[in-house]
């Protein structure tokens, strides 16, 4: 906590506001924005990449979370504050920390995949901040952050080889999503089954189950997506840079619209339980990766010269 203290010494206004901006980089939304800008406009390797990494991560996240159930700085103390407008996000468990896990997978992954050493060095330094960033508004120790380095670390390079050869040995890309699907599976079951102690944080609970289905349905998808992409629909990635914003406008909203629409209708139908968000990332990740996709020809073509 000594350092926790010394960084709630050093708060301004100003960068109360700069940190907050920071630590989103580490979110879901933006990670989810950026894998599908990537896979949909720069590189399918790329963005297939960043999704394992983000979603391999969520996966022992959450389980570390519900095996360690270690609260949060301003819980073990109550006479440490946090940046208020922190608080909203920082739910549940505090070891490790989803953030900086979120950001191996929105920053990481390209750094490691990217040739551009300029690029590579500012995104490693944005892995640096917004770690930085969640001791700083106090949500988090350094152990929480340290973990979470190591782990996105070793993901990062542990996974990199598979999606660098994904075009000259594609089988080695099945196994792995197939792996991936029995580990997500076993991670449902750990939730479901496993006897928690009566003081568990209930919000930490039903986060981890509703992230245990997403994570297996989402796993289904990719596999689905791969399979079906390389052998069929083969989309292209390439188009001129307003083209490109097009479809990346419309595609993200009618993405987005999907997975709110969605979110009511299978709640009611699956009792609102958590295999609903499960069903429901897995028609989006249809959408995003196959249904979409196949007007990325047309895109392709706009601007070009007969």
């Given at each position: 906590?000594?350092?926790?203290?010394?960084?709630?010494?050093?708060?301004?206004?100003?960068?109360?506001?700069?940190?907050?901006?920071?630590?989103?980089?580490?979110?879901?939304?933006?990670?989810?924005?950026?894998?599908?800008?990537?896979?949909?406009?720069?590189?399918?390797?790329?963005?297939?990449?960043m999704m394992?990494?983000?979603?391999?991560?969520?996966?022992?996240?959450?389980?570390?979370?519900?095996?360690?159930?270690?609260?949060?700085?301003?819980?073990?103390?109550?006479?440490?504050?946090?940046?208020?407008?922190?608080?909203?996000?920082?739910?549940?468990?505090?070891?490790?920390?989803?953030?900086?896990?979120?950001?191996?997978?929105?920053?990481?992954?390209?750094?490691?995949?990217?040739?551009?050493?300029?690029?590579?060095?500012?995104?490693?330094?944005?892995?640096?901040?917004?770690?930085?960033?969640?001791?700083?508004?106090?949500?988090?120790?350094?152990?929480?952050?340290?973990?979470?380095?190591?782990?996105?670390?070793?993901?990062?390079?542990?996974?990199?080889?598979?999606?660098?050869?994904?075009?000259?040995?594609?089988?080695?890309?099945?196994?792995?999503?197939?792996?991936?699907?029995?580990?997500?599976?076993?991670?449902?079951?750990?939730?479901?089954?496993?006897?928690?102690?009566?003081?568990?944080?209930?919000?930490?609970?039903?986060?981890?189950?509703?992230?245990?289905?997403?994570?297996?349905f989402c796993?289904?998808?990719?596999?689905?997506?791969?399979?079906?992409?390389?052998?069929?629909?083969?989309?292209?990635?390439?188009?001129?840079?307003?083209?490109?914003?097009?479809?990346?406008?419309?595609?993200?909203?009618?993405?987005?619209?999907?997975?709110?629409?969605?979110?009511?209708?299978?709640?009611?139908?699956?009792?609102?339980?958590?295999?609903?968000?499960?069903?429901?990332?897995?028609?989006?990740?249809?959408?995003?990766?196959?249904?979409?996709?196949?007007?990325?020809?047309?895109?392709?073509?706009?601007?070009?010269?007969d």
């Open positions: 906590m000594e350092l926790l203290y010394a960084l709630e010494s050093i708060r301004t206004p100003f960068l109360d506001k700069l940190m907050a901006l920071v630590t989103n980089l580490g979110g879901e939304t933006v990670f989810i924005a950026a894998a599908i800008i990537v896979f949909w406009c720069i590189s399918k390797k790329c963005g297939y990449y394992t990494v983000g979603f391999a991560g969520t996966i022992i996240n959450q389980f570390l979370k519900l095996w360690f159930r270690i609260p949060r700085p301003w819980v073990k103390d109550p006479n440490f504050s946090i940046v208020e407008s922190a608080r909203a996000e920082a739910t549940g468990y505090s070891f490790p920390s989803g953030h900086t896990q979120n950001a191996f997978a929105t920053l990481g992954a390209p750094a490691r995949y990217t040739k551009n050493t300029v690029l590579r060095i500012v995104l490693i330094l944005l892995i640096v901040l917004t770690a930085f960033s969640r001791m700083y508004v106090g949500v988090h120790t350094p152990l929480d952050v340290g973990v979470s380095l190591g782990i996105g670390l070793i993901l990062m390079f542990v996974l990199y080889p598979f999606f660098r050869d994904m075009d000259d040995k594609p089988k080695r890309i099945y196994i792995l999503f197939a792996v991936f699907i029995v580990l997500a599976g076993a991670f449902v079951a750990f939730v479901e089954l496993y006897s928690f102690p009566a003081d568990l944080d209930t919000g930490n609970y039903a986060s981890g189950l509703k992230n245990a289905y997403m994570i297996l796993a289904i998808g990719l596999l689905l997506v791969f399979h079906l992409d390389r052998k069929y629909i083969n989309f292209p990635t390439e188009a001129v840079w307003w083209a490109q914003i097009i479809k990346v406008a419309v595609g993200l909203g009618v993405t987005v619209g999907i997975k709110a629409a969605l979110k009511a209708p299978l709640l009611a139908l699956f009792g609102r339980h958590s295999i609903s968000h499960g069903v429901r990332y897995f028609i989006v990740i249809l959408f995003a990766g196959l249904i979409w996709p196949l007007t990325f020809k047309f895109f392709a073509k706009l601007g070009k010269k």
